[in-house]
């Protein structure tokens, strides 16, 4: 049986992460234009959400250390401070079917409230039914446009959910 470890990324997982990235979107027929496989920020995961605001995580297999799948949160650019975007959650096919999915997905979102935000927005693309399954699963709800400044044009899909707050009484306690 596989074991599996979800960690924060490591300068050292760069090029894992982006042969990951690089790997499921042409899987999935996802490259041009409009796509996340095109951000400059793919070769240099580490140094893009090394910040307060962002996280991003790996899944490697603890017998052999092969890092197999990867997901995050940032703001969600071009929008209100509020808002975070799930970013460039992918896992390559022997990663997939073992509930890391819904694992991560929580970690990304206790990281997003525990950061304040109140919102989690995410692009994806009808062919990746398990991932639209689990955003739906999750209370995500479709959006009929995208928001922010993501460039993925080329996305057919957008989602969001609120996030409660970690502390509802927050406001009160002000």
Do not use: W
């Not at 951000?39 to 017998?63: A, C, G, H, P």
């Not at 073992?98 to 693309?125: D, P, S, W």
């Amino acid at each position: 049986m596989n074991a599996f470890q979800i960690r924060p990324i490591e300068k050292k997982d760069n090029q894992a992460v982006a042969n990951i990235i690089r790997t499921v979107m042409t899987e999935f027929s996802c490259v041009g234009e409009g796509y996340s496989i095109n951000d400059m920020e793919v070769d240099q995961m580490f140094e893009s959400y090394d910040n307060e605001r962002s996280q991003f995580y790996v899944i490697e297999n603890e017998k052999n250390k092969q890092i197999l799948g990867c997901g995050g949160i940032a703001p969600l650019k071009g929008a209100d401070h509020s808002i975070c975007e799930l970013r460039k959650m992918y896992f390559l096919s022997e990663l997939r079917g073992h509930g890391m999915g819904q694992r991560l997905l929580n970690i990304c979102l206790g990281q997003a409230k525990e950061l304040g935000f109140t919102m989690c927005y995410l692009e994806t693309v009808s062919q990746m039914e398990a991932a639209n399954g689990l955003y739906l699963k999750n209370e995500f709800l479709k959006l009929n446009a995208p928001l922010g400044e993501t460039g993925h044009c080329s996305c057919d899909l957008q989602y969001k959910k609120e996030l409660i707050s970690l502390n509802p009484f927050k406001e009160l306690l002000a």
